[in-house]
């Protein structure tokens, strides 16, 4: 029996839906298959791990990102949530507070940031776009004023631990993206929570006559993912030593891009926490690929644009 | 079992991987190969420093390699990049950070094998780079609190040291533009009266809708001091469409092609010119000697001029590199 042939019998390669429900993750095997030809350092284990570590940040941030999105919204104030945790992290840190009240002042703080979000939509009946928008503005400026405009330092033995160290070859940096995969893998698909929340993206009215505190889901989600913004705040703090009150927008943007490369719907009720992180993965993998070859920095945008693109015709082939 | 063809393949790939770097690293260790990684290239200023590099690696004969993040606040992108190139046979690092701390964690296991590292244009935290252990074999840049000095006491000779002036600032938080600021305000103090300064984020379009505010709310301002020459621009801009050109001195640092020529015209009163392009040019030079095991200065300044419409031609002929003299460690490029 041919190689073919026996890969067919496994993997329904002629099935569209096939296609379709894992275009990230065949997308990845294909830039990673391409890339390894054209250089010699794409599968080295370093660079493997440099690949991985790159992309920790967006993962959690594409995570927060499916909470909102599974539930049929979307969050833009990430670009101001993520820079506005980092401030705090970096003031109750500097304030000698120490490091674990550090990091739970900057998971709450994002998660206010969340809730608000969440109450904003749920009970004054905005639309998430226009809300999260702007919170967007409201927490950028918030940013700035409590770092008075300035980045500052944050240094602590932990964070550069969590930022460089290893368990044997395993980075720490990405274990703590891959726990947050994993949670939110369990919590959409072995939860009752979970069941609730893809019923109210799905479909809010059905939900709502199952007797599903649509609402309150949807605060719900928000706080989740505010939260989740306050773990890549930290993340960003250990990566660059610091705290800088700029807005991020290239996380936000790319953020949205993973989870909709990952196959989820912006409709909302599809959740694929795979999907996500396959996203999150082509897209850091692009960048680390033309940066090996040299290629030049205005055509890397170009082709992570086809490619999500690309991913998006693909999923209209979706089971 | 039998190790499955992906794993077989993907060891024979990492081995041969490995053999290659090697290999590369040790083939000619008198000569540098050169990464360096500035913040983004839609601004001329990094392009300039980009492209003097590479003219100086030509001229070497020293391979260059030059990335840049998406924007100027992209911290992330930028950390990636420096990642990424962490793991190819380049011996020796020069980068331009986005603050003060923020490519400080990827340089680490850089630094840590004894690569040399040089940092360009915007000095990182002292403190910071001490407290992480981070080894910095130069810095190489311009005195940015001197160029926001040379702009404050054109202004103050322009204005006959009396009048209302504004500010336009970069980025919040971004250290050059707080040094010129600083700079720009001390030597103004008790004689300008500073009646707005609000932050522009380096962009020409933000400056021109702040510009007008601030001649709304001031019709009686005589003086804009930018941050960078794109505001700069943005300014003169807002300033010619409320008819008041030469009423109103304008003035920005950089140096890029358009302000001096904008300078020619008389739009824009004066820009501090930096060389970015003789930065690029010194990094690699510095690289060179560094990696040939001899000394560099720790601290190298590159050279600033307060260009006029006196000199603007002359500063638009030998545009990027600098039409006067100045001491470079290395010898005049």
Redesign the interface.
């Known amino acids: 029996m041919t190689v073919s042939a026996r890969v067919a019998r496994y993997l329904p390669l002629r099935d569209p839906t096939f296609w379709g429900d894992n275009a990230a993750l065949i997308g990845l095997i294909l830039i990673g298959a391409g890339f ?1 030809v054209l250089s ?8 493997i791990t ?2 991985l ?2 992309a920790s ?1 967006l993962i959690v941030l594409a995570s927060a990102q499916q909470f909102t999105i599974v539930a049929a919204g979307i969050d833009l104030s990430i670009a101001a949530n993520l820079p506005w945790t980092a401030v705090v992290f970096g003031l109750v840190f500097n304030a000698g507070w120490g490091i674990a009240t550090a990091i739970i002042a900057a998971i709450l703080a994002g998660a206010l940031v969340g809730t608000i979000n969440g109450l904003i939509i749920a009970r004054l009946k905005v639309t998430d776009f226009i809300a999260t928008l702007g919170m967007l503005g409201v927490m950028s400026g918030l940013a ?1 004023i409590a ?1 008075h ?7 602590s033995g932990f964070l ?1 631990t969590l ?2 160290d290893a368990i044997g070859p395993i980075r720490y940096f990405y274990l703590i993206a891959l726990a947050v995969v994993i949670a939110a893998h369990v919590l959409f698909k072995h939860t009752a929570f979970g069941t609730h929340v893809l019923a109210t993206g799905g479909n809010r009215e059905a939900a709502r006559n199952m007797g599903i505190p649509v609402d309150r889901m949807r605060v719900a989600v928000y706080a989740i993912n505010g939260a989740l913004v306050g773990v890549a705040g930290v993340l ?1 703090v ?5 705290a ?8 936000l943007l790319t953020s949205i891009a993973a989870v909709v490369l990952g196959g989820s719907s912006l409709f909302g009720g599809r959740a694929s926490m795979l999907g996500t992180v396959a996203g999150a993965l082509v897209l ?1 993998t692009l ?2 690929g033309f ?2 070859l ?1 290629v ?3 055509y890397q ?1 170009i082709a992570v644009g086809l490619v999500v693109i690309a991913a998006a015709v693909l999923s209209r082939f979706q089971k | 079992m039998k190790p499955s063809i992906f794993f077989r393949t ?1 060891a024979v ?2 081995m ?3 053999v ?2 090697a290999g590369m690293a040790s083939a000619a260790p008198d000569k540098a190969n050169v990464a360096i990684v500035v913040r ?2 839609s601004n001329p200023y990094w392009q300039a420093l980009r492209d003097g590099a590479i003219a100086e690696g030509k001229k070497l004969g020293v391979p260059v ?1 030059v ?5 100027e ?5 930028q ?3 420096i ?6 046979p380049y011996n020796c690092y020069g980068v331009v950070p ?9 340089l ?2 850089i630094s840590r094998r004894g690569t040399p590292i040089i940092n360009l244009d915007t000095a990182l ?1 002292a ?2 780079v001490k ?2 252990g981070l080894k910095l074999a130069s810095f190489i840049g311009s005195d940015n609190s001197q160029a926001g000095h040379i702009a404050a006491e054109h202004m103050l000779e322009a204005l006959d040291g009396k009048g209302k002036v504004a500010i336009l600032e970069g ?4 250290q050059n533009g ?1 040094h010129r600021e600083k700079a720009f305000r001390k030597a103004v103090k008790g004689k300008l009266d500073i009646v707005q300064a609000t ?1 522009a984020d380096y962009k020409r379009s933000k400056a021109l809708s702040k510009t007008e505010a601030i001649l709304r709310a001031h019709p009686d301002i005589k003086g804009i001091f930018a941050a960078n020459d794109l505001m700069g621009l943005g300014a003169a801009r807002a300033v010619l469409n409320a008819g008041k050109k030469g009423q109103i001195t304008v003035i920005s640092i950089d140096g890029v092609t358009e302000a001096i020529k904008a300078v020619k015209k008389g739009t824009l009163s004066a820009t501090i010119s930096q060389y970015p392009y003789a930065e690029g040019e010194m990094a690699v030079q510095a690289c060179q000697k560094v990696v040939q095991g001899k000394q560099v200065p720790d601290d190298i300044t590159s050279p600033i001029k307060l260009i006029t419409q006196d000199n603007a031609d002359q500063a638009l002929k030998a545009f990027p590199k600098p039409f006067f003299s100045f001491t470079d460690p290395f010898g005049q490029p």
């Open positions: 390894s010699p350092y794409f599968l080295t284990w370093g660079n440099a690949l570590v790159s940040i700035l770092s405009g300035q980045s500052f330092s944050v240094f550069q930022a460089l960003l250990a990566r660059t030593g610091g800088d009150p700029s807005i991020a927008t290239n996380e850091t960048l680390n940066t090996l040299q030049s920095s205005f945008p | 993907f790939a990492t041969a991987a490995g290659l770097v983004d290239f390699t990335q840049a993040g998406n924007n606040t992209d911290t992330v992108g950390n990636n990049k990642s990424t190139m962490a793991n190819q986005v603050n003060g701390t923020n490519v400080i964690t990827p680490l296991p935290d403190k910071a407290q992480s980025i919040p938080g971004e707080i932050p």
